[in-house]
């Protein structure tokens, strides 16, 4: 299998094989713990008009996101796994809109299958990749510049059999990370050091998030 690290808000074409975008801190977390929780499907989209415009659709989708990470006006929830958590979101919609994870993912076609991750969820992603046996595996660090998303691209690589780093070194990157210091710092009460605590925990069983292109790109949580 060859293992491909990239990073940024264009994943490079990956026609025949699995593409896997990576937001830790914090689309993808937030995700995990929708599903979790009980939602039925994520819609990502590009911008808060467009998030009104598919509710219009979908009346009773819930809108999560943030535009600088703070909580975007008339959307339900921040970009926050904690306040997903603490929310009855199942069987509910929801459309989501985020600076990194949500980007790349809109831009990550063409690949053979994609797949959205975090570091709660990368031991069964990458058993859900190892099950599809692909040639070759792109993992994207959606984070243009930061340290979390390459740190659990380089620990699903370890799990891949490619070369990387341990739980324990993505868990300490995350919690290293840049982006990670305005949620300690306690400077805006919708930052939370409770995110990154969730954030920068590993699930050894949990399940993997999987893109479908329905009428509109979808994630979807796969039976783990
Ligand atoms: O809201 C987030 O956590 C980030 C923005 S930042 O990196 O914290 O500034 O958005 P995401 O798309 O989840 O990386
Ligand atoms: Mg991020």
Known sequence: MIIQIAQGHQ??????GVTVVIDVIRAFTTSFYAFRGGASRILPVPD??????LRE???DALLAGEIDALPIEGFQFGNSPWEISQANVRGRTLIMRT??????????????????AALVNAAATARAIKKLVPEKV??????PTGDEDVACA???????????????EAIAR???ARAAQKFYAGTHPRLRA???????????????????????????????
């Open 11 to 16: 994943p490079p074409p990956n026609p025949d």
């Open 48 to 53: 808060p008009q467009a998030a009104f415009a």
């Open 57 to 59: 659709r979908y009346p």
């Open 99 to 116: 600076t990194n994870g949500v980007t790349a993912t809109l831009n990550a076609r063409p690949c053979a299958a994609l797949f959205v």
């Open 138 to 143: 792109v993992l994207v660090a959606s984070h």
């Open 154 to 168: 380089e620990y699903i690589s370890h799990l891949l059999g490619g070369s990387g780093i341990t739980q324990d």
């Open 174 to 176: 995350t919690r290293n």
């Open 194 to 224: 409770v995110d990154i605590d969730m954030a920068a925990q590993c699930e050894a069983e949990g399940f993997a998030m999987r893109v479908a292109d329905d009428d509109e790109l979808t994630i979807q949580a796969l039976p783990a």
